[in-house]
């Protein structure tokens, strides 16, 4: 029997983390011995993990990632890491070096810095692995690069690379060290090898799974708006983070809100930029119109009750929201940047805009008026089928080549 580990960096209510949880279901338990380390330990969709899937953490928490009470758990988790195996002390030339890059750069990402902290301080495993996964760039890469033992390694990228902040230095030129790159989409691939283009031989696309017809009867299931609205409804899904945009969509809406009253915008997901956020709606008196209704189990009800889904983004890799979205037949309206247009296709499945409020506004108010490419667009969305499902295959070629 095989023996496989996979590591990923939380276990949150993210996309990449949904995607784990449709792929490990694929290894058969009369077949491969799978376990799972989660290098933070915490993140509620534990819950969702398969019986015969193996949890390698001794102290896990359940805890969201993304709210008040989970980021207080987390925090304490990221202070003792720091102080287990010195590794804080350890990495001060690299935390320092690297963070006057960023500084340089304009662009200083914090978790990111402390990615490397983080895997050299966590526990670390005495088994020998037929293949070990790391789910995400980042810790997990760290972790597996450095302190797994194992006769094939790969590595799985979610994220437009250079535009999420990562470098070579940062990393430590630690991807050629891999067996296998995988990315989720053309874009995402693109990207990493104008940084890594020796890695190239060795990278391949690898798509996110999803399960429709789960997706389908979670749609039917109690949940969705509750507020009893009557116009038209507007949602997006997305982590409250700066990627999403969300300081551009609110500005939109206030535009929206200025030639169409009769309209309201969800946001489902959680992210530091909460409060900020709030204050920018209060602040543009949008605060019955632009709603933050925080991070659902069950999202799919809104999406199957929505009018439009809206995801007006600076960087994808390839969002498992607008994959969501399509499944059930949602009239999409997505930003023209990386990721993104892979998966809509302008004026048939969707509409694309300019991260700006006006052109924005200006998409939503023509899907708003012509029910027609309303209609077209989610039923060519609901239609759009999704590579991937033989790409776990790619996974079980490496353990068959040895």
Same mark, same amino acid.
Request: aromatic share 10%.
């Given at each position: ?19 784990? %949880?449709? %792929? ?21 969709? #534990? ?42 002390? !350890?990495? %001060? ?11 340089? *750069? ?10 490397? =902290? ?5 526990? !670390? ?37 250079? +535009?999420?902040?990562?470098? *070579? ?18 874009? =995402? ?15 391949? #696309?690898?798509?996110? %799974?999803?399960? *429709?017809?789960? #997706? ?16 038209? *409804?507007?949602?997006? =899904? ?24 009769? =309209? +309201? ?15 920018? $709606? ?8 632009? $709603? ?15 009018? #439009? ?17 399509? $499944? ?25 805009? +300019? ?24 039923? !060519?969305?609901? !239609? ?19």
């Amino acid at each position: 029997m095989k023996k496989v580990l996979f590591v990923i960096n939380t276990l949150g209510g993210a996309g990449a983390e949904k995607a784990l %949880l449709e %792929l490990l279901p694929r290894f058969s338990p009369e077949e491969y011995e799978v376990s799972l380390f989660v290098l933070m330990g915490q993140g509620e969709l #534990i819950q969702e993990l398969p019986a015969h899937v193996k949890l390698l953490n001794q102290h896990y928490s359940t805890e969201p990632v993304l709210n008040k009470k989970g980021k207080k758990v987390l925090a304490g988790k990221v202070m003792a890491r720091a102080l287990s195996h010195a590794s804080l002390f !350890r990495n %001060l030339p690299y935390l320092i070096s690297n963070f006057l890059e960023m500084k340089k *750069r304009k662009n200083v990402c914090v978790d990111k810095l402390l990615w490397k =902290v983080m895997a050299d301080g966590a526990w !670390r495993t005495t088994e020998q692995y037929d293949l070990a996964v790391a789910y995400l760039e980042g810790g997990s890469a760290y972790y597996v690069r450095d302190y797994v033992n194992a006769e094939k390694k790969a590595v799985f990228l979610h994220v437009d690379y250079a +535009r999420a902040g990562y470098t *070579r230095k940062l990393d430590r030129d630690c991807y050629p060290d891999f067996d296998r790159i995988f990315t989720v989409s053309g874009e =995402v691939k693109d990207s990493f090898l104008q940084v890594y283009p020796e890695c190239k031989e060795k990278t391949e #696309i690898f798509h996110n %799974l999803l399960d *429709r017809e789960k #997706i389908c009867k979670k749609a039917l299931q109690e949940g969705g708006f509750s507020d009893g609205f009557t116009g038209t *409804r507007l949602l997006t =899904v997305g982590r409250l983070t700066a990627q999403k945009a969300y300081e551009v969509s609110i500005a939109a809406m206030k535009l929206l809100k200025e030639k169409k009253g009769n =309209v +309201r915008w969800y946001v489902l997901g959680e992210g530091n930029l909460r409060d900020k956020l709030q204050e920018l $709606i209060d602040q543009y008196g949008l605060t019955r119109d632009f $709603i933050l209704l925080g991070a659902k189990k069950n999202p799919y009800p809104y999406f199957a009750q929505t009018d #439009i889904y809206v995801h007006a983004s600076r960087f994808e890799g390839k969002s498992i929201a607008i994959q969501e979205a399509q $499944i059930l037949g949602c009239s999409i309206i997505v930003s023209d940047c990386s990721g993104n247009r892979e998966q809509v296709e302008d004026g048939k499945d969707g509409l694309m805009c +300019r991260l700006t409020p006006e052109d924005i506004c200006d998409k939503i108010i023509r899907m708003m008026e012509d029910e027609e490419l309303r209609m077209k667009c989610g039923r !060519r969305a609901a !239609r759009k089928n999704f590579p991937g499902e033989n790409d776990v295959e790619k996974l079980f070629c490496m353990m068959q080549s040895e």
